[in-house]
């Protein structure tokens, strides 16, 4: 009996705990749209992005032009040159390829640009929401961004403005 009984003491104290627990949630979305730093890296890697592509094109354009070339002349060259153009055409749109693997491959300058743009924004993101989930005890924070599974959250437990202060920005409330 006295078993039964501290099993249930303990079960309701178990209990006591799981209701004590504090949710919240911030929107990474928000808080990044307010970080100017996130803005300026988010432009500078649209304009590295935008000269990569125009390099890549110019690349595999001189590839469609020197085909072009040699399949107007084909008919008349002998066959040595002939395999010694299309070598030269298949360099070209391998060395096209590899270019356009080097800069938006996975690993390439884009990724690696990224992370170093970007990471240190992330890095201090997560540190502000664990200072503010750790002030305000909470013991667990979801992100409302980016396909999440919070199908629902009330606006009160949002603390997206609070990460953004704890990081030294200044919003307007939203609505």
């Known amino acids: ?21 504090k949710y919240g949630y911030v929107d990474t979305q928000y808080i990044l749209e307010n970080i ?20 890549i094109e110019e690349k595999f354009a001189l590839v469609e032009k020197k085909h072009r070339e040699y399949e107007t002349e ?31 491959g996975v690993g390439g300058d884009l990724f690696k640009k990224r992370e170093e743009l970007i990471k240190p924004i992330q890095d201090r993101i997560f540190e502000a929401i664990q200072q503010v989930a750790v002030e305000r005890q909470y013991s667990f924070i979801f992100d409302k961004a980016n396909q999440s599974n919070l199908l629902y959250a009330d606006p009160k437990f949002d603390i997206s403005d609070a990460v953004l202060q704890k990081m030294g920005i200044k919003v307007a409330k939203r609505n």
């Open 1 to 21: 009996m006295k078993r039964l009984v501290a099993f249930f003491i303990g079960l309701i104290a178990c209990s006591q705990l799981a209701v004590a627990q």
């Open 36 to 55: 100017p730093e996130y803005t300026e890296a988010q432009e500078q890697l649209n304009k590295l992005s935008e000269q990569w592509q125009t390099e």
């Open 74 to 104: 084909a008919i008349l060259l002998p066959d040595e040159i002939k395999k010694q153009r299309q070598k030269e055409i298949d360099e070209l749109r391998l060395s096209a390829m590899e270019l356009q693997k080097q800069r938006f």
